[in-house]
T-cell receptor, first 111, second 112 residues
Framework: EPEVTQTPSHQVTQMGQEVILRCVPI?????FYWYRQILGQKVEFLVS????????KSEIFDDQFSVERPDGSNFTLKIRSTKLEDSAMYFC?????????FGSGTQLSVL | QKEVEQDPGPLSVPEGAIVSLNCTYS??????FMWYRQYSRKGPELLMY????GNKEDGRFTAQVDKSSKYISLFIRDSQPSDSATYLC????????????FGAGTRLAVHP
């Protein structure tokens, strides 16, 4: 069964460092998303991406964040200068006909 | 008032019980309602998807939407220990083409 793949599963970084989280969406899906979940809190929308551009972003998704689809298969989330409060589980998702399928997530720990 | 409210539990039931999980919401524009299951430190897994009001059944799972009351439910029949997980409701005004708003999740434990 096709699935969304995320790497790495865990990422530890120092405050102020740049991180790139990687995702391979399901191959025939056209819509891509990043969500995050801070420990003990709700899953929150960050950004949606369609046709090589951002279609919607949340207030969380400020200038420190960017997304890119560098080739036909990968979808990345970059955090330019990480803060302690960026520590969370980051989920990539892709959708077909409005149904979202999530990856297993990258646990980001900012020290 | 929060957009989506969901009792976080935990809910503990014996194997074979019928489980009822619920969410309320405030935004009348929501038309698409989903239930996801999340195991510890894993991604949400889509269980059920409903458009507008009504019922939908899939095996042991039944999803209900009452738009007049802004209330959705997920019923699990003949619950199994493998059903132990956190159940998240999610909703949007345009399906997955727009952002999903999630509830806090209800933690369910089914004991043998």
């Amino acid at each position: 069964e096709p699935e969304v793949t995320q790497t790495p599963s865990h990422q530890v970084t120092q405050m102020g460092q740049e991180v790139i989280l990687r995702c391979v969406p399901i191959s025939n899906h056209l819509y891509f998303y990043w969500y995050r979940q801070i420990l003990g809190q709700k899953v929150e929308f960050l950004v949606s991406f369609y046709n090589n551009e951002i279609s919607e972003k949340s207030e969380i998704f400020d200038d420190q964040f960017s997304v890119e689809r560098p080739d036909g298969s990968n979808f990345t989330l970059k955090i330019r200068s990480t803060k302690l409060e960026d520590s969370a589980m980051y989920f990539c998702a892709s959708s077909e006909r409005g149904l979202l399928f999530f990856g297993s997530g990258t646990q980001l720990s900012v020290l | 008032q929060k957009e989506v409210e969901q009792d976080p539990g935990p809910l503990s039931v014996p194997e074979g019980a019928i489980v009822s999980l619920n969410c309320t919401y405030s935004n009348s524009a929501f038309q698409y309602f989903m239930w996801y299951r999340q195991y510890s430190r894993k991604g949400p897994e889509l269980l059920m998807y409903t458009y507008s009001s009504g019922n939908k059944e899939d095996g042991r799972f039944t999803a209900q939407v009452d738009k007049s009351s802004k209330y959705i439910s997920l019923f699990i029949r003949d619950s199994q220990p493998s059903d132990s997980a956190t159940y998240l409701c999610a909703m949007s005004d345009s399906g997955g083409y727009n952002k999903l708003i999630f509830g806090a999740g209800t933690r369910l434990a089914v004991h043998p």
